[in-house]
T-cell receptor, first 115, second 112 residues
Framework: GAVVSQHPSRVICKSGTSVKIECRSL??????MFWYRQFPKQSLMLMAT?????????EQGVEKDKFLINHASLTLSTLTVTSAHPEDSSFYIC???????????FGQGTRLTVV | QQQVKQSPQSLIVQKGGISIINCAYE??????FPWYQQFPGKGPALLIA?????SEKKEGRFTISFNKSAKQFSLHIMDSQPGDSATYFC???????????FGKGTRLSVIA
């Protein structure tokens, strides 16, 4: 199946700093990338949808100025957590459907810990 | 509003037994129903998926049963093994570039 590479796999940052998470589609063009957040022992919750070349669409309750999403190319989407706080500590996962196919391919996830 | 309801929350099964996880959905426009397996610290991995025009799909030890009229689908894991111990999520989506809606997950423990 298609591969979505996400990194870093884990990051620890100080409160108030920014962290960038990258997701790359390795063998297909991802016109759309979904970003999810998963708190411990909970399900995946959609944060935002990014489309190549256009502004991301954020789910209700997700601060667009805090979670900056860039999808500048068909193979790369980034999520930047700005001015991170301990409550932003979570597991962030990207996912891309393969050109209109319903099947979604997930990245390996990024464990963010803000101290 | 929870569009996909999953049960049970946790499940303990003896090695060699059958694990059964159930999901129910509300939106009849959903037309793709996958199951994902997730190990701690890892992203979800697609196990098996089904579309509404089929009532059952089997891949190895994993079977999806789908009941369109009841808006329910379930995952059966035959001959469960300790290596199957993980969290399982059902999901649903529409065709095309739409995000998945996930159930809350089932933590499966297979004990020897």
């Amino acid at each position: 199946g298609a591969v979505v590479s996400q990194h870093p796999s884990r990051v620890i940052c100080k409160s108030g700093t920014s962290v960038k998470i990258e997701c790359r589609s390795l063998d297909f063009q991802a016109t759309t990338m979904f970003w999810y957040r998963q708190f411990p022992k909970q399900s995946l919750m959609l944060m935002a949808t990014s489309n190549e070349g256009s502004k991301a669409t954020y789910e209700q309750g997700v601060e667009k100025d805090k979670f900056l999403i860039n999808h500048a190319s068909l193979t790369l989407s980034t999520l930047t957590v700005t001015s991170a706080h301990p409550e932003d500590s979570s597991f962030y996962i990207c996912s891309a459907p393969d050109r209109g196919a319903a099947e979604a391919f997930f990245g390996q996830g990024t464990r963010l810990t803000v101290v | 509003q929870q569009q996909v309801k999953q049960s049970p929350q946790s499940l303990i099964v003896q090695k060699g037994g059958i694990s059964i996880i159930n999901c129910a959905y509300e939106n009849t426009a959903f037309d793709y129903f996958p199951w994902y397996q997730q190990f701690p610290g890892k992203g979800p991995a697609l196990l098996i998926a089904i579309r509404p025009d089929v009532s059952e799909k089997k891949e190895g030890r994993f079977t999806i049963s789908f009941n369109k009229s009841a808006k329910q689908f379930s995952l059966h894991i035959m001959d469960s093994q300790p290596g199957d111990s993980a969290t399982y999520f059902c999901a649903a989506s529409y065709s095309g570039n739409t995000p998945l809606v996930f159930g809350k997950g089932t933590r499966l423990s297979v004990i020897a």
